[in-house]
């Protein structure tokens, strides 16, 4: 599989950090507690990599904001300014900043969600100075939500292509988790009835994340992650 050395690293780097807490999502009874749990864990490991003024692109609630106390400036932009505190709302593809305005951009769960990925990842390209970064999370597998608005999942080569066509060079690409964990979560959708009670999705998520450290391949991840940087011209 081409580029498989670098997922499988990334998976690796994943669970790096045995002593890992939550701080934005912590009810691990909660049946997306795998997918997001993964999420969390990959936003931390990459939060140092944004720096200097940072835009928060459809946010709702700004649940990672705490990762990134160290930017210099923070700002928030949801197309619904009532989800959230934010500081104006706009769609992702239509960001009312000037050319070269922010130095990091972090998107988490929202490139599913827009008609045209291209050209959000062109806006971001806008927005930010030469070397900034943008910090992504999206799906590869997720049952459908916030309908109608659910138009996308994502593969690694997907992901791939809209970077790179957008002159976006790949710093990191992560998956979230490998077959054990894309199997637990599907099973939590799936057989909800056999887990109706907190403690046993509490244990069954434990488990499965636990199990999951020892997986080999990303070609079955629940979603993934993405650090590119805008090339200096």
Same mark, same amino acid.
């Given at each position: 599989m081409r580029n498989a050395p670098i997922a499988k690293?990334?998976?690796r780097e994943l669970y790096t950090d045995r002593e890992f807490v939550p701080r934005a999502f912590t009810d691990r009874a909660d049946h997306a507690f795998i997918s997001i749990h993964l999420i969390?864990?990959?936003?931390a490991l990459l939060a140092a990599q944004l720096t200097g003024e940072l835009l928060d692109v459809g946010c709702?609630?700004?649940p990672y904001a705490t990762y990134f106390g160290h930017s210099s400036k923070h700002m928030a932009c949801d197309y619904d300014a009532a989800r959230g505190n934010v500081d104006f709302s706009c769609p992702a593809d239509a960001i009312p900043?000037?050319?070269e305005s922010v130095d990091s951009v972090l998107c988490t769960e929202v490139l599913e969600h827009v008609p045209d990925p291209m050209a959000v990842w062109n806006e971001f390209h806008r927005i930010l100075r030469p070397g900034g970064r943008v910090l992504l999370t999206t799906p590869q597998y997720w049952p459908p939500h916030e309908l109608p608005y659910d138009f996308y999942r994502y593969p690694e080569h997907g992901l791939r292509r809209l970077a790179s066509e957008s002159g976006f060079a790949l710093?990191?690409?992560?998956?979230? =988790?490998?077959?054990?964990a894309f199997w =637990?979560?599907?099973?939590l959708h799936v057989w909800q009835p056999l887990f109706r009670f907190a403690w046993t999705r509490i244990l069954w998520n434990r488990l499965i994340l636990a199990l999951d450290r020892f997986s080999n391949t990303p070609r079955m991840t629940v979603g993934w992650t993405v650090l590119a940087e805008k090339e200096r011209s």
């Open positions: 690293a990334g998976l969390e864990r990959s936003v709702g609630q700004q900043l000037p050319d710093l990191a690409l992560i998956p979230r =988790g490998g077959p054990i =637990g979560q599907v099973t």
